[in-house]
């Protein structure tokens, strides 16, 4: 699965971001992708897929169309977030359709949250089969607000999937 990360935070949180990435295998490289193939016959995809993401800012709807169209190319991409929150939430949204979004904020990436009675709430409601859209509704949550606190439990049971987080709360009796 391809990374799709959004950073809403300082340099730094971009920073750690991309050796994240790097860590996992990924070749970072700046700038949207701009050989996006418009006729009706794409070429062929590699044998063996590059994994590669694509960097840049989105301050702009049109940075948030070309990152989107990046994402749908097959690429993996680390998105810089820096225009209002309409945009924002209109690109996760976006990318949401393409697989899950990596939202992440703030410049302190290496410090472990705590799984708080909210942080349950939303992993009980999970576990019993409701979906993200579900959830959040279930909570009166945004879905961006969701996104975020599933990013902080991930991070709290350091695993990089919901699937995952679930399955290690239960085992650790937190549920």
Known sequence: MIPLVVVE???????????DLRRQGWRVI????????????????????????????????????????TALGGQGILVVAQADKAVIDTLCDDL???????????????AVPQITDDDR???????QGLTLANVAAALHLSRRTLDRRM???????????????????????DL
């Open 9 to 19: 935070g300082s340099q730094a949180a971009f920073r750690a971001a991309k050796v």
């Open 30 to 69: 700046h700038g949207w992708n701009s050989t996006i193939h418009h006729s009706p016959d794409p070429p062929a995809p590699p044998a063996v897929p590059a994994k590669i993401v694509r960097t840049g800012t989105v301050a702009t709807r049109t940075d948030a169309a070309r990152a989107v169209l």
């Open 96 to 110: 949401r359709r393409l697989g899950p979004v990596d939202l992440r904020s703030g410049d302190n990436r290496d």
């Open 121 to 127: 709430a939303i992993l009980r409601l999970l576990i």
């Open 151 to 173: 990013a902080q439990i991930r991070r709290a049971y350091k695993v990089t999937r919901n699937a995952q987080a679930l399955t290690v709360a239960r085992r650790q009796g």
